[in-house]
């Protein structure tokens, strides 16, 4: 995925270094769809405002692995939409040292875990991480391969 993001430009790893996160994804075509998600569920302020965060970030394949229609149904559903949405911000920056055997609380107030050394670490053991410490303004990005959902 870190060969998707553009080589210059507003998207690319020199532009995202600029900007707040929601803004700065917002600029990567992989993460569309990502952005729509944060927009529909309110998001960009809080994220964009945030100090020292972490996000692990889906990208559009990670979301075209859910089913249209489930996607759907939590894209309409804006509690759930939060809550999943949530589920991949860190409310601090971690390095990729940090992720070897991590256990860290989110914003949506349960915890997630991360593994893995060098260039290849797992968030829950389920996502891969496919780029990783992409560095915005306010946050450190982990592009990941598959959505992460939290515990119901």
């Known amino acids: 995925a870190c ?35 944060v927009k529909k569920a309110g998001l960009v302020d809080t994220l964009n405002n ?16 859910i089913p249209k229609a489930d996607l759907d149904k939590v894209l309409s559903d804006k509690a759930q939409l939060t809550k999943i949405l949530t589920y991949h911000v860190v409310g601090q920056k971690l390095a990729p040292k940090d992720l070897e055997k991590g256990s860290f609380d989110t ?4 915890k997630l875990t991360t593994s893995g050394s060098g260039e290849s670490y797992k968030v829950n053991d389920s996502a891969n991480v496919v780029c990783g410490n992409v560095r915005t303004a306010n946050a450190n990005v982990y592009i990941i391969d598959s959505v992460l959902m939290p515990k119901s």
């Open 3 to 37: 060969s998707s993001v553009p080589k210059d430009g507003a998207g690319s790893f020199d532009g995202m270094a600029k900007d707040p996160v929601a803004t700065a994804a917002s600029n990567n075509p992989a993460l569309s769809t990502l952005v729509t998600a």
């Open 50 to 65: 945030a100090e020292n965060i972490t996000v692990f970030a889906p990208t559009n394949d990670a979301f075209a692995k």
């Open 107 to 110: 914003l949506e107030k349960s």
